[in-house]
């Protein structure tokens, strides 16, 4: 299966650590590990193909996440809740207000864009909800817990507020990035 972010096995999925206040339902930042952990905590615009990556978000209400992948073509890919965060195939999980979780660091799995998977411009979607059944559906997914189709999931994000200071019942954060040689 191809996916725009590899993932190895490892112990700790997700890294948590309290977080301030913000000016979005769900913040979020996608960086380099070298800068992750250096301390930045703003997007990076553009990655190498092979550049170790660490995505962080922080849902300032509590609720029921999902995170996906966009590329250029094809289907979307879901990054989390994965095979190696949730063996038993959930497609969402619960999460806590205030609750900064990251992917990508060393006490994670890594995330990267390999290079038979092109160079361009593609989209991460962070969904937050507040109920579970305003998550997609096993049956929506093409692989359950994987891979949803582009016309799916475009449905499913219109149904979704873009993150703003107040939370809805169903918000969406978006991070544009470019991969490069």
């Known amino acids: 299966m191809k996916k725009l972010f590899l993932k190895t096995l490892c112990?700790?999925?997700?890294?948590?650590?309290?977080?301030?206040?913000?000016?979005?339902?769900?913040?979020?930042?996608?960086?380099?590990?070298?800068?992750?952990?250096?301390?930045?905590?703003?997007?990076?615009?553009?990655?190498?193909?092979?550049?170790?990556?660490?995505?962080?978000?922080?849902?300032?209400?509590s609720g029921f996440v999902s995170v996906y992948d966009a590329p250029i073509e094809g289907d979307f890919q879901q990054l989390y809740p994965n095979i190696l965060t949730h063996p038993d195939g959930e497609t969402y999980t619960e999460v806590e207000a205030g609750?900064?979780?990251?992917?990508?660091?060393?006490?994670?799995?890594?995330?990267?864009?390999?290079?038979?998977?092109?160079?361009?411009?593609?989209?991460?979607?962070?969904?937050?909800?507040?109920?579970?059944?305003?998550?997609?559906?096993?049956?929506?997914?093409?692989?359950?817990g994987q891979k949803v189709t582009k016309s799916t999931m475009n449905l499913h994000l219109s149904n979704h507020q873009k993150s703003q200071a107040k939370c809805s019942a169903r918000d969406v954060t978006y991070l544009d990035y470019r991969i490069t040689n």
């Open 99 to 144: 609750t900064q979780y990251c992917f990508g660091g060393r006490d994670s799995f890594p995330l990267y864009h390999p290079p038979e998977e092109g160079i361009g411009i593609g989209k991460i979607s962070i969904t937050l909800t507040s109920r579970e059944d305003y998550q997609l559906d096993d049956d929506d997914y093409a692989i359950p």
């Open 11 to 61: 112990t700790s999925a997700v890294a948590l650590a309290p977080m301030a206040g913000s000016a979005a339902c769900i913040d979020a930042y996608m960086t380099g590990l070298n800068e992750f952990e250096q301390g930045q905590t703003v997007s990076k615009p553009s990655f190498r193909v092979n550049e170790l990556l660490v995505l962080c978000f922080t849902p300032n209400q």
